[in-house]
């Protein structure tokens, strides 16, 4: 078959999976093949291809046929559910390399099925513009890459600006708090007593009997 796509575009909130004939995680010498469309919200390359095969396999793959050794896969994708993530790297083979927003924030050679953090845990503040970018270089042999984005919400106890607050018990903000989203739950109660700004960036979401009370 012929190659489709254009491997520039990141996917919206989706991850654009692209395929290259020849390893080279630079992309210098890589030779463009074709696409799928992976709508996930962790990229997971097994829940498409096999570890012996390639990303040409998958079901909904278009574009040229890949070999199974000596190549690379290149997966964008540019929106997320606003919040503050852990990236948890849980295995990759061979050579991983992860982008956000065009800085260089993971790159490991070889392979691993031992689960680890990004950067020790580093929190990062993702929203509908964040672009990450995930390339995985194939040697021989297996071939495979899961990463997972871990969300980590803030219950109103601390200004994490960026994170997604989610109340679940009856809550008064003590501080001024600026957050990308707000989910007050079920038959609780957030408080915003007079003199504090609650600042919420995107979406405000108040679930059955709860109640977001602004005093003045």
Do not use: H
């Not at 890459?145 to 969300?151: D, E, L, P, Q, T």
């Not at 018990?169 to 007593?193: F, M």
């Amino acid at each position: 078959g012929l190659t489709k796509g254009d491997p520039t575009v990141f996917g919206d909130k989706v991850w654009n999976v692209y395929g290259y004939n020849k390893s080279d995680i630079t992309l210098k010498t890589a030779v463009y093949a074709g696409y799928y469309v992976d709508p996930n919200p962790n990229a997971n390359s097994t829940a498409f291809w096999t570890t012996t095969s390639s990303p040409s396999t998958a079901s909904n793959w278009q574009g040229a046929p890949m070999p199974i050794d000596y190549f690379t896969v290149v997966s964008k994708r540019k929106g997320f559910a606003c919040g503050q993530y852990q990236i948890q790297v849980a295995n990759y083979d061979d050579d991983l390399q992860i982008f956000v927003d065009g800085i260089e924030v993971f790159y490991e050679k070889g392979n691993t099925d031992t689960p680890v953090l990004v950067k020790n845990g580093q929190i990062f503040s993702l929203n509908s513009k964040t672009e990450i970018e995930i390339r995985l270089k194939e040697n021989a042999g297996g071939a495979k890459s899961s990463v997972i984005f871990i969300n980590v919400p803030n219950s109103g106890n601390g200004n994490a600006n960026g994170s997604a607050l989610v109340i679940s018990t009856n809550t008064e903000l003590k501080a001024d708090l600026t957050v990308c989203s707000c989910t007050v739950n079920d038959k609780v109660t957030l408080t915003v007593p007079k003199d504090i700004t609650l600042t919420v960036d995107e979406d405000i979401k108040v679930l059955g009997e709860g109640k977001l009370l602004i005093l003045n």
